[in-house]
């Protein structure tokens, strides 16, 4: 059987590459999560042995991809491709770290949908017979986040009851295209960029909203499936307005979404952690699907999750500038025990 694209925005590879790696790194305050004792790397002031937050991210990116290649059996030289992104000008977190990996390196930018666009991007690749092993990587930092996108935090400013909690975290993934054993990549929905004219950088979980019904939509639409096919369906990273938003939008369409969860409410215990509406941040949903879900499909706790990471796609220039924040969403169908 022949790669095939269902629909307008789905692709399901004809050999659904296999992840045979995965692997994370957290700060203190994701550590004191619920999933504080699943992460691979941890350091208690949130630098990692760095003079500054921006390089911690890219030491962050090194200790969860060599955390996925020992899983995975293999050496940086065995890669193809490396694909990561974050959430820095010109993405400096992530080329910093590729340059040690010496490995051939797309550098990507989706904001928090960036862990399913480069795991996305690296299934397809492999599928379509690029290559033999891929990694995909994302990461992103609290102080840094703050700083670039809205105020120093010397400024000390109170935050809104809709604002999130940017992850200090990083997740890493190694694909094999074929010969291996393990969860694999079954099908890849593509999003679209969607706008619905929110402006405060301080909602986030409104602005992504309608990107991640819209692609959750194509997908059931395209591959004919209902929501139960999927043991778990996971956003990220909404938090728990714009989970409430989603859930929403398909009550209204008739259908309820029982098993749906979203990463930015499962990193942080949101009734004893200060987070407000939950997590953010691109290394939020790849440090939960590094830490929880691909070893829960390899547990066999789940047999087939929907993996769905949303994205704000704005920048200090274009809030300056009034504009308001589009956002995306891709959606990567994962299953367990494949070989």
């Not at 939960?288 to 691909?294: G, K, P, T, Y």
């Not at 929907?306 to 500038?321: D, K």
Request: proline share 4%; glycine share 12%.
């Amino acid at each position: 059987m022949d790669n095939q694209k269902l629909g307008k925005q789905t692709y399901l590879p004809a050999v659904p590459p296999v992840i045979i790696g995965y692997g994370s790194s957290a700060g203190r305050k994701e550590c004191e999560g619920p999933l504080g004792k699943r992460f691979d790397h941890t350091c208690a002031d949130d630098r990692f042995g760095e003079k500054s937050w921006e390089q911690a991210e890219s030491a962050m990116q090194q200790l969860a991809l060599d955390a996925a290649l020992k899983r995975a059996e293999l050496h940086t030289v065995d890669l193809d491709y490396l694909l990561a992104g974050d959430l820095l000008n010109q993405c400096i977190g992530s080329s910093f770290a590729a340059l040690e990996d010496g490995v051939p390196f797309f550098g990507l930018y989706g904001a928090c949908s960036t862990m399913g666009e480069s795991l996305a991007l690296a299934a397809l690749l492999l599928s379509g017979g690029y290559g033999s092993y891929a990694a995909a990587v994302t990461s992103s930092h609290f102080c840094s986040a703050e700083r670039q996108y809205r105020t120093p935090l010397e400024y000390g400013a109170q935050r809104t009851p809709t604002a999130q909690w940017t992850a200090t975290a990083a997740g890493a993934t190694v694909l094999a295209a074929r010969g291996r054993k393990g969860p694999c990549v079954t099908a890849v929905t593509v999003g679209k960029v969607r706008d619905k004219g929110i402006k405060d950088a301080n909602n986030m979980g409104s602005a992504m909203a309608a990107a991640a019904y819209d692609t959750l939509s194509a997908h059931f639409q395209d591959t004919g499936r209902s929501p139960d096919y999927y043991d778990l369906i996971v956003t990220g990273d909404l938090g728990r307005l714009g989970h409430r938003i989603v859930t929403d939008l398909f009550a209204a369409d008739g259908v309820t979404l029982e098993n749906y969860n979203d990463c930015g409410l499962m990193l942080y215990d949101l009734a004893r952690q200060d987070v407000h509406c939950g997590g953010s941040g691109c290394g939020c949903s790849a440090s939960v699907l590094n830490s929880l879900l691909i070893p829960g499909l390899i547990s066999g706790q789940w047999r087939r999750i929907l993996f769905c990471p949303t994205g704000a796609l704005l920048s200090p220039t274009s809030s300056m500038q009034g504009q308001s924040i589009p956002g995306i969403c891709h959606a990567v169908a994962l299953e367990g025990a494949c070989s």
